[in-house]
């Protein structure tokens, strides 16, 4: 077995390096999710990633930053943004490619707390900790009143799940870990318990993608 930030971290420098860099989500069940390819993080903008960061307003924390792609495309048009990943790896490769990015937890302390407009959680990164609620709850610390979270969920008919998963890439696995995933459908619900509003929710490039706002009412 192997750490999964080890996992990762070996994904992303062949991923940068040009090589085949596949990663599989397999849950505690046996089931296995479509193989990530980790070059789509790495390389520029996915369809669908512009009109996500069309939506960004004020200052945007990009949680769960990988290799900064989207952090850096906001810096490039003239926002302020601020990635933060777990991964050392992906603080390097982010940085490398211009875009501020800090090493820690969504959970730790942050710079800039409560003063955020936008938080970024795209490419199901709602799923980190395995805990959506508490995720979005810590998400509404960070921000600024009458700011948002900007998400990426699953696709309707895709039903969400909680549970502890392994990284696996073509003959290693990691450690277990939580994780989740929220499908559209679930996304209204979730905003209700976690004092957020469903502004939005659009899809493009069979991606889905959701618009919370922060409820100060």
């Given amino acids: 077995m192997t750490a999964p930030l080890a996992l990762y971290g070996a994904a992303l420098r062949r991923a940068a390096a040009g090589e085949h860099a596949q990663l599989r989500v397999v849950r505690r069940d046996g089931d296995r999710a479509p193989a990530i390819d980790v ?13 996500l960061l069309d939506r960004c307003r004020g200052a945007t924390l990009d949680v769960g930053c990988g290799p900064g792609r989207l952090a850096a495309a906001l810096v490039r048009s003239g926002q ?3 990635g933060v990943d777990i ?17 820690g937890s969504v959970f730790d302390a942050l710079p800039g707390e409560g003063g955020w407009g936008s ?3 795209a490419d199901g990164n709602i799923g980190i900790g395995g805990d959506p609620e508490a995720l979005l ?13 900007l998400a990426e969920v699953q696709p309707p008919g895709a039903p969400g799940w909680r549970t502890e998963v392994e990284l696996h890439d073509a003959d290693r696995r990691s450690d277990a870990f939580p994780w989740a995933t929220v499908s559209a459908v679930e996304v209204g619900a ?8 469903l502004r939005n929710l659009w899809t493009e490039a069979g991606r889905w993608f959701t618009h919370l706002t922060r409820d100060f009412d």
């Fill in 137 to 149: 709850r810590r998400c509404a610390a960070l921000l600024r009143p009458g700011g948002a979270v």
């Fill in 80 to 82: 302020t943004a601020l």
């Fill in 190 to 197: 979730l905003a209700g318990v976690s004092t957020f509003r």
């Fill in 39 to 51: 070059g789509h993080w790495s390389g520029g903008l996915r369809p669908g990633d512009r009109a």
């Fill in 87 to 103: 991964s050392a790896e992906a603080v390097r490769q982010a940085r490398r490619r211009g875009a501020p990015a800090v090493r």
């Fill in 119 to 121: 938080v970024l959680l």
